[in-house]
């Protein structure tokens, strides 16, 4: 008897003190209430967290969320991993988080050339199929997705990441093998699959003048042969020194003169000092505290300019609600984002909302502090 009341004291233990910092409450207000009349306030879920396991994190994201995407569970190689075998297992949950807690549920993402299975454009001895396999390939894919959430996900990141920088399609293997008619296939395919769901084309370094060209006319051409896009996410992948604030309002005013929508999709802000790709690596002692100059914490002076650049791109969201209806952070807190361990294993990032304690961080303190926006 004893023996199991210690085992149960145990339990009890690791499950609250790990989080007992992060539910310190600085304000009884929360992100959605605050932006519920601007737009959607999202943040991207990942499985520990759709499956009920980071008890720390649901807290929180019911609290300030009201929308969430797949961050990994429905990409190409974890839902569809062979050619004739589906895995819903999380995907599943993801979904059925957000119909539990009643969120704008986003799916990410039908068609992307990284993170794609393996087997998906090419035949049992590695060479491509034809267009005809491709596009039969194409429309299975995103036929069974879809259909299997119809009417219970708002919308899909159809095509993720097509256009290059100097506004030309990325040569990908749907690329080299279909041409620039696989977009307008993905979107008639999931148009096809759920013809009330909202359909999204996404890409980063959305700020940069060529691929901000090169996607206006994506679009317009799209709408013109009067295939649905409902709107354009712009991925929000940013840092200390970059992009220029001017430079991405003015996509977003781009983005919104094509008729459709804008999203901020993917929002995290590196602390970290930008790598010049030409350093010299000879030292390599030198190299890794330039990867990871923080491995402990942030100074105050870079978490200060931090916080300026993540609350003037806040604002600059709210000025533009009027077009903008869902801004979408990566993750909940610093410890989920992806910028940790990369480049290198063990660099520390601090690019999200909430601490690795999961206490607010000041911009958003300040934000939720505000009593109008």
């Known amino acids: 008897m004893r023996i199991h009341l210690l085992i149960v004291m145990i339990v009890m233990s690791c499950c609250t003190t790990s989080c007992k910092a ?10 959605k209430e605050r932006l519920g009349n ?23 994201i019911k609290k300030h969320f009201n929308s969430i995407v797949a961050e990994n569970c429905m990409k190409s190689e974890v839902i569809h991993p062979e050619e004739n075998r589906y895995d819903f297992t999380r995907a599943d949950q993801f979904v059925k988080f957000g119909e539990d807690n009643g969120m704008a549920i986003i ?7 990284s993170q794609l299975a393996p087997w998906f454009c090419i035949d049992s001895k590695g060479r491509n199929v034809s267009p005809e396999i491709l596009k039969q390939r194409m429309k299975d894919h995103i036929h069974t997705i879809v259909n299997r959430y119809k009417g219970r996900i708002k919308g899909w990141d159809v095509v993720n990441e ?8 990325r040569k990908t293997k749907f690329y080299e093998i279909l041409g ?7 979107f008639q395919y999931a148009h096809e699959a759920d013809p009330e769901a909202e359909l999204y084309y996404n890409d980063y370094g959305m700020q940069v003048s060529g691929r901000r060209n090169g996607v ?24 200390l020194d970059y992009p220029d604030l001017e430079e991405f ?3 977003i005013q781009a983005f919104a003169s094509t008729g459709a929508k804008v999203m901020i999709t993917e929002w995290d802000m590196s602390a970290l000092p930008t790598i010049n790709k030409g350093a010299n690596i000879s030292d390599t002692v030198a190299y890794q505290k330039l990867l990871n100059p923080y491995p402990k914490a942030l100074p105050d002076s870079i978490s200060r300019k931090w916080n300026k650049r993540m609350g003037d791109f806040f604002h600059l969201f709210i000025k533009h609600a009027d077009v903008i209806t869902r801004v979408t952070v990566w993750g909940l807190s610093d410890g989920d984002s992806w910028k ?34």
């Not at 943040?43 to 807290?59: E, Y």
């Not at 097509?162 to 399609?169: M, N, R």
């Not at 006319?217 to 840092?239: C, E, F, P, W, Y």
């Not at 940790?340 to 660099?347: F, M, Q």
């Open 249 to 251: 309002e003015k996509s």
């Open 180 to 186: 620039e008619e696989y977009i307008p296939l993905a």
């Open 340 to 373: 940790n361990d990369w480049p290198v294993k063990g660099r520390r990032d601090y690019p999200l909302f909430f601490d690795r304690e999961y206490r607010p961080k000041p911009f958003i303190r300040e934000l939720l502090s505000q009593k109008d926006q």
């Open 22 to 31: 992060g539910q310190i409450n600085t304000s009884d207000s929360s992100l």
């Open 162 to 169: 097509a256009i290059l920088e100097d506004g030309s399609y």
């Open 107 to 113: 799916g990410h993402c039908l068609i992307w050339h």
């Open 38 to 60: 601007k737009f959607l306030i999202g943040v991207a879920l990942n499985t520990a967290q759709a499956s009920g396991r980071d008890t720390c994190a649901i807290g929180l």
């Open 216 to 239: 206006v006319k994506l679009i317009n051409s799209l709408k013109k042969r009067g295939i649905q896009v409902d709107a354009i996410g712009m991925q929000a992948h940013i840092g």
